[in-house]
């Protein structure tokens, strides 16, 4: 190794055992002498040289070792996974042992676990109830407003209350454009 390197490297040991964040390391790195251009690339390789995180290589040799025959497909036997990838691949948290049990579940044409993003349907219906509303009546009053508001249960009235102000702009901003084109 050059010099410059040497400097690069004992700045990156130093920084790392400071505690110092990615973007720190990287900056002591540079102010080192490592170049804006190189310094992720020498950040990286000095990483896996520490022993802080594994080869690219490296990582997929660990996930084609430890999923084949998982049955990620079920929410309880993914998360199990997802803690194992965490626990073998240094540096690695659960988000992306997710992405790396995703992505290799891709490539291998298996069947993997998602999460439900929702059915459709509302907490509040208030906003559908509203629009659906103006639609009906573009000439809404302050009191037809009121009057979705009310149709609303308890629970359900909390939310368009507190808003009160924005969904009455919006009827004064429709009543306005229908006049404007009514006429």
């Not at 042992?97 to 298996?110: F, L, Y």
Request: glycine letters at 6%; a negative charge; proline letters at 3%.
């Amino acid at each position: 190794m050059s010099e410059e390197v040497n400097k690069v490297r004992d700045a990156f040991d130093v920084a790392v055992n400071e505690g110092g964040d990615e973007d720190s390391v990287k900056m002591a790195m540079i102010q080192a002498g490592a170049t804006f251009k190189s310094v992720a690339n020498s950040y990286n390789l000095f990483m896996i040289d520490a022993g802080l995180t594994i080869s690219k290589k490296d990582r997929n040799v660990i996930l084609d070792d430890l999923l084949p025959g998982a049955n990620i497909s079920i929410e309880d036997d993914f998360f199990s996974v997802v803690a194992t990838v965490v626990t073998s691949i240094p540096g690695c948290n659960h988000r992306g042992a997710m992405a790396m049990i995703r992505h290799w579940a891709k490539k291998n044409g298996v069947d993997v676990y998602r999460n439900i993003v929702g059915d459709g349907n509302v907490r509040n219906p208030f906003v559908k109830n509203f629009h659906a509303a103006l639609i009906k009546n573009p000439q809404m009053s302050k009191e037809g407003l009121d009057e979705v508001i009310g149709a609303l249960n308890d629970e359900q009235r909390v939310n368009p209350q507190r808003c009160f102000t924005h969904y009455n702009a919006i009827r004064k901003m429709v009543n306005a454009v229908y006049e404007k084109h009514a006429a």
